[in-house]
């Protein structure tokens, strides 16, 4: 937060204590304005020009306070006004693009998930457009005031410049998704890495949340991790994800969509992941994974009934991920480690793999006290846009649009 007195350009002045001010009626809300003064560290006059245009803005409200014990008049509060606030929340997945609309509080409106096919004749970023604008069409009736758009999506992302350099499954290059969904819709637009995304999320309203230092590991179709430091997503304002999947762990393994050969997503991620369990089923004829279609349920199942295969799969899992976490943990110190991944499912074989590289590879005074633990949320729906959303208005950046009209 920023005092009046302290030098800087008024308008980057006026947007950082605007954002403060925001985040704590949003988070404390009701809250008075003496309150708002003493925790922002402002003056009353600028806490009260600052609130008297969120209030004219319809950002804001105010409300009573009840005071206990007390007979006279009720105290006034602010709290923020989220409903006639909408923003779009977009996912692009593998194969299919997750939308929704939510209000400024992140209370979902409504979700739709529709078809995107990793290759169409018309290149990705029209068929985005498309989808998008097909989404306002069918929700008009439902739609309020459209703030901006928030899109998660994985692979190698420019969050500054919103340019999408690669990503996997689809034939992309240079895609400058930001600058072009703005000149059509007119309304800013917020894109980063789903992971990164996620945890921003998790930091925000999740399993992290008042964790200042946290290492959150996505094992999935992709494999990255994003890193919370002393409160802050790592690298916020470029490539915030942390390329533990392109990290070779095998130099001679099987060639990655970044175009290098053994990453650890070819090893951890999903697909890899079966194409394990398959080779060694066939040195294992009595696995109960013969008995069933094999996918990542399956395998999870058959750990957690105590199958040596299926266990023998999660496990070197857990070792090559925990490999280079334990790199991590003497980099960053975290408190805790999220894991976000649908293997989650089988924790009980796949935490203790982690955890056992971690204390054997990293330094004893960082490894010692970390806990490992799982995501609240997962990375199928729209909820990490949400994050995006609250980022740009906790820092003014969204908030100064909205009130400037």
């Not at 007979?71 to 923003?87: I, K, N, Q, S």
């Not at 895609?175 to 059509?184: D, I, V, W, Y």
Request: hydrophobic fraction near 40%; charged fraction near 20%; include cysteine.
């Amino acid at each position: 937060m920023v005092a009046d007195s302290q030098p800087g350009h008024i308008d980057q002045i006026k947007q950082i204590n605007a954002g403060a001010v925001y985040r704590l009626i949003d988070t404390l809300g009701p809250v008075s304005r003496i309150d708002l003064s003493r925790l922002a560290q402002l003056a009353p006059a600028s806490i009260t020009k600052i609130v008297r245009e969120m209030l004219e803005a319809h950002l804001v409200q105010e409300t009573e306070i009840p005071v206990p014990g007390c007979r006279g008049r009720p105290a006034v509060g602010l709290m923020v006004e989220t409903d006639a606030w909408h923003y779009l929340s977009a996912r692009i997945g593998h194969g299919s693009i997750t939308m929704a609309l939510r209000d400024l509080s992140g209370a979902l409106v409504v979700e739709e998930e529709e078809p995107l096919p990793p290759v169409a004749p018309q290149p990705l970023l029209t068929r985005i457009i498309a989808q998008i604008d097909g989404f306002f069409t069918r929700q008009q009736q439902r739609l309020e005031r459209l703030t901006a758009l928030a899109i998660t999506l994985p692979g190698i992302v420019n969050t500054a410049r919103g340019i999408v350099y690669r990503m996997p499954f689809y034939d992309v290059k240079d895609m400058p998704l930001a600058e072009m969904l703005e000149q059509h819709t007119g309304v800013p637009v917020f894109i980063q890495h789903d992971i990164s995304a996620w945890t921003m999320a998790e930091s925000m309203f999740g399993a992290s949340r008042n964790t200042r230092d946290v290492i959150q590991v996505v094992i999935d179709n992709n494999v990255g991790a994003g890193v919370i430091a002393d409160g802050r997503l790592l690298h916020s304002g470029s490539n915030s994800l942390v390329e533990i999947g392109h990290t070779q762990v095998d130099p001679y393994g099987k060639r990655c969509y970044c175009g290098n050969h053994g990453c650890l997503e070819t090893i951890a991620g999903m697909e890899g992941v079966l194409e394990l369990a398959q080779q060694r089923m066939r040195q294992s004829v009595s696995s109960m994974l013969h008995d069933q279609p094999l996918s990542v349920e399956a395998l999870c199942n058959a750990t957690r009934q105590g199958d040596l295969l299926a266990q023998e799969v999660i496990r070197s899992v857990g070792t090559s991920v925990g490999r280079i976490l334990a790199i991590m943990v003497n980099l960053f110190n975290p408190q805790k480690i999220l894991i976000g991944s649908p293997l989650n499912r089988a924790a009980d074989v796949l935490y203790p793999a982690i955890l056992t590289c971690i204390h054997q590879q990293s330094l004893p005074a960082y490894s010692r006290n970390v806990e490992v633990m799982a995501t609240s949320f997962d990375n199928r729906g729209t909820m990490a846009g949400t994050a995006l959303i609250k980022h740009a208005m906790y820092n003014g950046t969204l908030l100064i649009r909205l009130l400037q009209g």
